[in-house]
């Protein structure tokens, strides 16, 4: 049974930094798609970055490029996502989403994609 577990969001000032996580278990760490989305009160989900695990291609939306990195550690079967010179724009409740066997590239920000959710984990940037 796959099972996605977030962790690391926290309240932090503009400019600030954090690294969220998400630890996986229940398949088999090969050619999937890992992603992050966001999603802020009264706002829609959206998708800030993805992560393909057999070869780490990388897609981020514009808002985070610079800003943002998506990374795996393979032994350990996580990813994360450092976030750094957040804004208050930033804030939300950040998703880990995953699906197995498949491919990330044109699928940033595309939810119906990824069947594998975590419970969230909240950021707020706060000025």
């Known amino acids: 049974q796959v099972h996605l577990v977030d962790s690391g969001g926290d309240s932090v000032q503009v400019g600030g930094s954090l690294i969220l996580s998400c630890r996986t278990s229940?398949?088999?760490?090969?050619?999937?798609?890992m992603a992050w989305f966001r999603q802020a009160p009264g706002n829609r989900r959206e998708g800030v970055a993805t992560?393909?695990?057999?070869?780490?291609?990388?897609e981020y939306a514009d808002s985070v490029k610079g800003r943002f990195t998506i990374s795996q550690d393979v032994a350990k079967k996580m990813v994360f996502l450092q976030m750094d010179d957040l804004r208050p724009e930033d804030s939300g409740m950040y998703f880990c989403?995953?699906?197995?066997?498949?491919?990330?590239?044109?699928?940033?920000?595309?939810?119906?994609?990824?069947?594998?959710w975590g419970q969230g984990t909240q950021v707020t940037v706060s000025s």
């Open positions: 989403a995953a699906v197995t066997g498949g491919y990330c590239h044109g699928k940033l920000g595309v939810v119906s994609y990824f069947p594998y």
């Open positions: 229940g398949f088999a760490w090969g050619l999937n798609c």
């Open positions: 992560i393909f695990t057999g070869g780490s291609g990388t």
